[in-house]
């Protein structure tokens, strides 16, 4: 993964007792959640992207594409 960084977060102290009594490693989830966040983003991002392609695309005839997909074919 490379080089790593230090993060640091307050907890109240109760949760870090339930943490400990119910064997729950904290950075294990807190990476977790930091590494979903960042495929959440990922793909709006991508959704957004497609989304421009798609508005792009709606304006060329379909004719068009049919065509250009067959000349790629042919040139093969």
């Given at each position: 993964m490379g080089k790593t960084?230090?993060?640091s977060v307050r907890i109240?102290?109760?949760l870090?007792?339930?943490l400990?009594?119910?064997g729950i490693n904290?950075?294990?989830v807190i990476r977790k959640a930091l590494i979903n966040?960042?495929?959440?983003a990922k793909?709006?991002?991508l959704e957004e992207r497609i989304n421009e392609v798609a508005d792009v695309l709606k304006k060329i005839p379909f004719e068009?594409?049919?065509?250009?997909i067959r000349e790629d074919r042919e040139s093969r």
């Open positions: 960084v230090v993060i109240p102290e109760e870090e007792r339930e400990k009594k119910y904290e950075v294990e966040e960042v495929k959440k793909a709006k991002e068009d594409i049919v065509k250009s």
